[in-house]
């Protein structure tokens, strides 16, 4: 096949399962894959145990097929780790928050089984509450299973809203900071919930933030409908119109320009990034009618739209956010619309993953290894609130590994010299301790019991 060509999508259908598998890749890549599938083919086809339909679909279109490989980015083990590590917070968080709203802050665990599908979980809720038995305390009244917040998650959860209270300035700072950097300084109410949990805004801030101060925000309703709510700057601050990459720039008396966080290994997005860094930088908050006549992929129009990416992450509490997210954006800091192939340019600033089927575009300069650099003190208690969850999950981890090892002693399965192992996982926060007959000596122990039992 010829470099020139795209590679075709190729589906082996399988008699039986009826499983179909997809071979979908890019030219960039085509000899590599071509070679795969030729192998899986020929495997298939020499098996006569399956029987195997291959549908050959016309050629794709070249560029179509380079857009999809433009989602590919070179795995950042401990951003990827930092991700991860979010994931399990997140759900518990907005557990809590669903608990909160509850009366006297008691949920019915078949509530909360109805509130799995919007958090995206699978299985039972009462499975996945009594992991974490520092967080939740599952009950049973009146033949009904209940959950409220142990007293642990409550002194998190008041030590929480008084670090709100105190981080009040910063947050208005952030929401005037981000109406500064939308063309018509006005946002949609809908859109901006979007957001406010990345900007640390609370679930209140219509009526806790807001009325507070009238001086700079207002809200407008022209038509009367919730939906088109919104909220406007009344007052420019050209203190506030200031980048993070601008400050940085005071701080260490030079010009403003990015920083790139790659290994030196990566010769070519180096070049790319020097090429690019060397036009000099376009603040996020340049005034509207400087840059509303670039033409679209222009470097002028290419330099601020990355500049307004950087410093909106800049504003977040974790330096991320989804892109879907930000492409509900489009119209109000009018971003291109391939803002994911614009992003995907840029490894050296931003780094993209697709962790859990979303994807999340991370500020590479805000994170060292996978922990932030400047930890905001709302994220400060976020994580105490992800080390009493981890400490919850261990202790739920070691009860039923105790219980395991208990019912394989009641079947003569495991000895009862393994103190020691005992021992050993109580130190470990590992869950993956196989032991049983996995252990040669297990092993011995469990084919002698099994050839007396046979025998008697």
Not at 20 to 41: E, G, P, W
Not at 71 to 76: G, H, L, N, P, T
Not at 289 to 302: A, Q, R
């Amino acid at each position: 096949m010829r470099d020139c060509l795209a590679f075709p999508i190729l589906l082996l259908t399988f008699k039986g399962n009826g499983r179909i598998t997809d071979f979908l890749d890019s030219n960039n890549r085509a000899r590599s894959k071509i070679q795969s599938v030729k192998t899986m083919m020929n495997i298939c086809f020499q098996k006569q145990k399956i029987t195997t339909s291959l549908i050959c679909f016309p050629l794709f279109n070249l560029h179509l097929l380079q857009r999809l490989s433009l989602w590919s980015m070179k795995k950042d083990p401990d951003l990827e780790a930092a991700l991860t590590r979010n994931r399990r917070w997140i759900i518990n968080n907005q557990i809590k928050n669903i608990i909160l709203r509850c009366p006297d802050h008691v949920a019915s665990v078949n509530f909360l089984q109805k509130k799995f599908k919007t958090l995206d979980l699978q299985g039972k809720a009462l499975n996945w509450l009594k992991k974490y038995p520092c967080c939740f305390e599952v009950y049973l009244q009146n033949d009904e299973h209940h959950c409220c917040l142990t007293k642990k998650m409550l002194s998190l959860v008041q030590e929480e809203e008084s670090v709100k209270d105190k981080q009040e300035p910063v947050v208005v700072e952030r929401l005037t900071k981000l109406l500064m950097m939308v063309y018509n300084h006005r946002l949609n109410v809908s859109k901006l919930n979007e957001l406010k949990r990345n900007l640390g805004l609370p679930d209140d801030y219509l009526i806790r933030i807001i009325p507070k101060h009238l001086d700079t925000f207002r809200v407008v309703n022209h038509s009367g409908r919730r939906a088109s709510m919104e909220i406007e700057l009344m007052n420019w601050n050209p203190d506030l119109a200031v980048s993070a990459i601008e400050r940085k720039a005071q701080e260490q008396g030079r010009n403003p320009s990015f920083q790139c966080s790659l290994p030196s290994s990566w010769v070519k997005s180096w070049e790319r990034f020097h090429e690019f860094n060397s036009s000099p930088y376009i603040s996020p908050y340049i005034n509207h009618g400087n840059w509303s006549t670039w033409s679209t992929g222009s470097t002028e129009s290419e330099k601020r739209t990355i500049g307004l990416v950087h410093e909106l992450l800049s504003l977040t509490l974790w330096k991320k956010a989804s892109i879907m997210k930000l492409g509900h954006f489009k119209r109000e800091l009018c971003l291109p619309e391939k803002l994911n192939v614009l992003l995907l340019k840029h490894p050296g600033i931003f780094y993209v993953s697709n962790k859990y089927q979303i994807y999340t575009v991370l500020l590479r300069e805000g994170y060292k290894g996978s922990e932030l650099v400047e930890k905001d003190p709302v994220v400060v208690v976020k994580d105490k609130f992800g080390e009493l969850m981890q400490e919850g999950l261990h202790e739920y981890n070691r009860r039923h590994h105790m219980m395991n090892l208990e019912k394989k002693r009641k079947k003569g399965v495991v000895g009862m010299k393994l103190g020691k192992k005992e021992n050993d996982y109580e130190l470990s926060d590992e869950d993956g301790d196989l032991g049983g007959i996995f252990d040669p000596e297990e092993r011995k122990r469990f084919y002698k019991v099994l050839f007396e039992d046979k025998g008697s």
